[in-house]
């Protein structure tokens, strides 16, 4: 469906607020404490604190093609088992969404739902998603729904060095840094079938 080079920088939720038209419709609220239902073996994933969005590069076609990618916390993630939950160790669970410059506005075209970010890479962005769900979400009933996702960070840049990247790749993104603290930019590959 889509592969290529990503790059992405992330927000603290707390200090910036992920952009209201990227959070679903259907979003509940949750809490970051772990509810025991089904006997105690399952487990509300914890809320994600932090959001990003990015660019990503293409070489599917004969041209290259840039798209707009944003990940917000799940509006409603799954349980998890309670093998899965750990001090150090939780999976976070965001919702993303993929557009397309159309017209100068973008548009979404691709959404995956309740993609898993492991908890062991700090703050690498590492994603992956296996049979996703396959109902369109509700404000964006035209895009195409992601089955599969895998992002991987393979560089990582911060302090002053993200900053001159996010000036010269993304200098819009830079003004929401003024009181948001540090700047994490991570580099990598990205597939979605």
Known sequence: MLSGFVHLWLYDVATVPPPKEAICE?????????????????HEAPAATTWFQGHILTGSTAE?????????????????HGCMVSEHDTPTFYDIFISEYCADKPVVKYCAINVERSGGSGDAVELQMEDGRQEPAAQ?????????????TTRMVTGERARCHLDKYAPGALSAYEDAGAIVVCMGMISLK
């Open 140 to 152: 964006y009933p035209a895009a195409l729904m992601v089955k599969q996702l895998k992002l991987s």
């Open 64 to 80: 290259k093609v840039q798209f707009m990618l944003t990940g917000v916390p799940a509006a409603n993630p799954p349980h998890i």
């Open 26 to 42: 259907s979003a509940g609220t949750h809490s970051n404490t772990a509810s025991h239902a089904h006997h105690g073996h399952d």
